[in-house]
């Protein structure tokens, strides 16, 4: 049996956690395998609405086992609060298993990260400021703490060399910063991720794999805040891409079956950086107020614009996506008309890719399409929907040359229709 891939194909909040909600029920085991808290992962189902942050989104199916993998950063404050979270719903928690060999979010990871961004002054990426940025470079950088060495009777030592050497950043920084409190905190939280089994989850998953268990890997962030293959440097710290499913959980690459791609029927980002198709008129003000554009993290409001297909067949092309979902349909109802941005003019060439200099100054070429009247939250199937949607799909899916399984119309794990 091989591992399905599920993530987003452009700069995050495609609604990843929706849909991995809704597929739970097909799979054994759902499995996230980068970023951290820096995500924010929104399922609604039975008038709950629910946030997870490090959490997979397969928590809420008794079934199901979920795991972080390796590849994910763990701020154990934030986790302890998830968690506290969960238990106040009136549902029962799924199995959580977490790898020996995730990375430790630390209060001074947070503090850089912090301080990294003041110093950027108007060029700061615009991070959550959980210290994502700060960890992954302790991990490549070879001196990090992990998840396994909570248990070891050297645990202090390490934190506490680990800890002194991001003081010494923070005076080169020379900011201003109070530890002691959250220190306190960060080291009570340990209690909560030690409620949980810590494995070696590429052994887990390899066995799972050999039995036939079916798996989802979950991303986070999207295909265009890869640090490899976004708008760098405005991006993330780890790979959000199919490869980063194998380096984060350990699967092979033979190993992965579906890739599942995330897409808005239009197009949003948080924090700064290029985005070609971002409106600055009445239209993104409209998508921003129907679609809550509202970061699910931080609170910030999200920038919106038309969809950019130059950047979907780029996100396709990096992550074999065999299948995608088109989301937040519901979104474009009352629009005359709606714009997809085909090509970008450069230096008065257009070109049909992102170039790897001057993506703040492409100008998108768009082409118009019909759009459609009827308010899509209430219908019962896709059949109800108007002819200038299904026109809208059949455009996308041709452009795109990958069918659409799933379109989704709402919030709700009701308001999902598989093709
Ligand atoms: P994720 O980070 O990819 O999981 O996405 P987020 O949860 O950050 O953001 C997606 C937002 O859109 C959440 O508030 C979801 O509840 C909401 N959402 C998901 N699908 C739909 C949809 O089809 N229509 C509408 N209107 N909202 C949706
Ligand atoms: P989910 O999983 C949207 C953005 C931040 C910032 C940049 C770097 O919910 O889709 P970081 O905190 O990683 O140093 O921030 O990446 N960003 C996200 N934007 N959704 C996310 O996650 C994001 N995680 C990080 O806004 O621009
Ligand atoms: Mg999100």
Redesign the pocket.
């Known amino acids: 049996m091989k591992a399905d891939v599920l993530l987003?194909l452009q700069?995050?909040?495609?609604g990843?956690?929706k849909i991995v909600d809704v597929l739970t029920s097909k799979y054994d085991i759902i499995a996230r395998f980068q970023?951290g808290p820096?995500?924010?992962?929104t399922l609604e189902f039975d008038g709950i609405k629910h946030v997870l942050h490090t959490i997979p989104s397969g928590i809420f199916h008794k079934r199901s086992m979920n795991i972080i993998g390796n590849g994910v950063v763990i701020d154990p404050i934030i986790f302890e609060n998830e968690i506290n979270e969960i238990d106040k719903l009136d549902v029962e928690m799924s199995d959580l298993l977490i790898s020996k060999k995730a990375h430790l979010i630390l209060p001074t990871h947070k503090l850089l990260?912090a301080a990294s961004e003041k110093a950027k002054g108007k060029n700061k990426?615009?991070?959550?400021?959980?210290g994502?940025?700060p960890t992954y470079m302790d991990k490549t950088g070879r001196n990090g703490l992990r998840v396994g060495d909570i248990s070891d009777k050297n645990f202090t030592e390490k934190y506490e060399k680990l800890k002194n050497k991001h003081i010494q950043l923070l005076n080169f920084y020379d900011f201003n910063y109070k530890l002691e409190e959250l220190e306190q905190k960060w080291f009570d939280s340990l209690d909560t991720l030690k409620r949980f089994p810590h494995i070696e989850s590429e052994h887990f998953i390899h066995k799972s794999i050999k039995d036939g268990k079916k798996i989802l890997a979950e991303?986070?962030?999207?295909t265009l805040?890869d640090i490899d293959f976004g708008s760098y440097p405005?991006?993330?710290?780890s790979n959000t891409i199919t490869a980063g499913a194998c380096t984060g959980l350990g699967i092979a690459p033979n190993k992965i079956g579906e890739v599942i791609g995330i897409f808005k029927a239009y197009c949003t980002?948080?924090?700064?950086?290029p985005f070609p198709s971002e409106l600055f008129d009445e239209i993104g003000a409209r998508l921003a107020k129907i679609g809550n554009e509202f970061?699910?993290?931080?609170g910030?409001a999200r920038r919106c614009g038309w969809i950019d297909l130059p950047a979907l067949k780029y996100a396709i092309n990096i992550n074999g996506v065999t299948q995608l979902n088109m989301m937040k349909a519901d979104v474009l109802s009352g629009l005359e008309t709606i714009n997809v941005c085909t090509h970008y003019m450069l230096d008065g060439n257009k070109i049909d890719y992102l170039p790897f200099e001057d993506n703040e100054n492409l100008t998108p070429v768009y082409t118009e399409l019909k759009g459609w009247d009827k308010d899509l939250m209430h219908i019962s199937s896709l059949d109800e929907a108007p002819q200038e949607v299904h026109d809208y799909i059949a455009y996308l899916e041709k452009e795109l040359e990958t069918p659409i399984s799933i379109v989704s119309v709402g919030p709700d794990r009701k308001q999902t229709f598989f093709r």
């Open positions: 987003g700069w995050g909040d495609e990843k956690g970023g820096n995500a924010g992962h990260d990426i615009g991070s959550t400021l959980k994502i940025g991303g986070a962030q999207g805040l405005f991006v993330t710290s980002r948080v924090g700064s950086g970061g699910s993290t931080t910030r």
